[in-house]
């Protein structure tokens, strides 16, 4: 923001624990990303960071999970890039709040204990990362969640496979994996559930992540394998 009037929203803004950007236009192509951090100056190296890159502006700042929930609720920028470690309400906290509102969310986090990759899937993130990657990889990482994909360290990868249980799927992520096991596209998951394609594209990813499996086809074969929707044959339903 530049000029007088920016500068006295900014510092509002700043006064409250985040910031929005309300001048970023968002084209086709363009990918906004919130900052979600409760340090001012890893804020400022991400905006820094991404602000160089084509076709990335930085929708928006938070320093507090608050903060980040309502802001991601206005701003509906197109990445969430979300620290677990937040005064207010937690990372979780905040995924949880977000998991209805169709954001992608990817974590960059230091929490590196192996129960968090598999919390923050579990309530709804589309990728963990730590703090420690490659500026390029991180930039390339945001690229890859707005597609859709699920992007997961592999130390994080790790925790969630050995944490993974399809006990963890929500109903409606059973009726999705029940239909990738018939082989449906998400056209056609779409059509049958009613549901809009971007839906179930999360709904996907989202399967994908709490199996600890790479693609549709290791979903597909896990439904097999475990009753059709993922579930435990024996265990009650």
Known sequence: MRGGR????????????????GDATRGPGI????????HPVVRQGLRALLEVQDGIVVGGEAGDGPTAVSL??????????????????????VLES??????RTLVLTSATEPSAAAR?????????????IDPDALVRAIRSVRDGNVLLA?????????DSRADTLTPREREV???IADGRS?????????LSEKTVKAHVSSVLAKLGVQDRTQAAVYAVRHGGDGADPQAPR
């Open 6 to 21: 920016a500068d006295a929203a900014a510092a509002d803004a700043a006064g409250s624990g985040g910031s929005g950007s």
């Open 31 to 38: 990918i906004s990303v919130l900052l979600v951090d409760d």
């Open 72 to 93: 991601a609720t206005s701003l509906r920028p197109d990445i969430v890039l979300l620290d677990l470690k937040l005064p207010g309400m937690d990372g979780i906290a």
């Open 98 to 103: 977000l998991r209805s509102s169709g954001l």
């Open 120 to 132: 923050a899937v579990r309530a709804g993130a589309a990728g963990v990362l730590y703090k420690d």
């Open 154 to 162: 592999p130390e994080a990868l790790g925790s969630l496979v050995r």
């Open 177 to 179: 994996l029940a239909r």
């Open 186 to 194: 998400n056209r056609e998951i779409a059509r049958l559930l009613t």
